[in-house]
């Protein structure tokens, strides 16, 4: 059974159709990457994913028993965000917020959870520290921890290593790869890194206020679409 249907997915603003035509089907384990110009409606089809934007037509199906409130979400940092004044700590125990129920605070459960995930991401050294005084590498091992410690079945990662330096990058893509790999955990990745996308990714989703590709990375690499968006080169 799949974990996740897209099926006649439309988004529209203000009754002005911004993303139409998207139907897409993962299954658990399935690593898929939405690539697509500025405006072609990848961070409109993320909120629609989190229900943070109704769809104007379509429906979104989740399996394997996903609640909508079990997605693990690592969004893109404004600079607001990169200062936040709370230790390492206190933002990944952010990520199990949605599963306290009517429980007014973290339990042992909660706290294991989040020192198990620093530890993953290699950062539970940096525990104490403070979040705003961290590299933007170590930033987003921590917003990954966090994200982590809301699922266990999917991931959503809206541009996870934009200003990021090459070597940072690697390790946040080996990092996402790993988890996806080890945890059968699925994952949706925006991306404007079209070369990173099909070597790590196992499904391409372009868009272009319409769905332009669903399918493996492997047949998109020798699309018309692929080299269309790389101006005639191919990948």
Known sequence: ??????????FAYDGKTVLEGVNF??????????????GSGKSTLIKGLLGLKAPDGGSIIFGEGLKATEIGYLPQQTQLQR?????VREVVLSGCLNSLGRRLH???????????????????????????DLSGGQQQRVLLARALCATKKLLLLDEPVTGLDPIATGEMYNLIKL?????????????HDIHAAVRYAT???HLGQRQLYFGTAAAYRESTQARRFLGGNRL
Request: proline fraction near 1%; include cysteine; charged fraction near 25%.
């Open 25 to 38: 089907s993962l299954s658990a384990g399935d690593y898929l990457c939405v690539v697509g110009e500025n």
């Open 106 to 132: 973290y339990n042992a459960e909660d706290r294991a959870r989040a020192d198990m995930n620093m530890e993953r991401m290699g950062i539970e050294d940096l525990k104490e520290r403070s979040y705003q």
């Open 83 to 87: 200062d936040f004044p709370a230790s």
């Open 1 to 10: 059974m799949a974990i996740l249907t897209a099926k006649d997915l439309s």
């Open 203 to 205: 499904h391409i989703l």
């Open 179 to 191: 988890v996806n790999l080890c945890d059968n955990i699925t994952v949706i990745m925006v991306s």
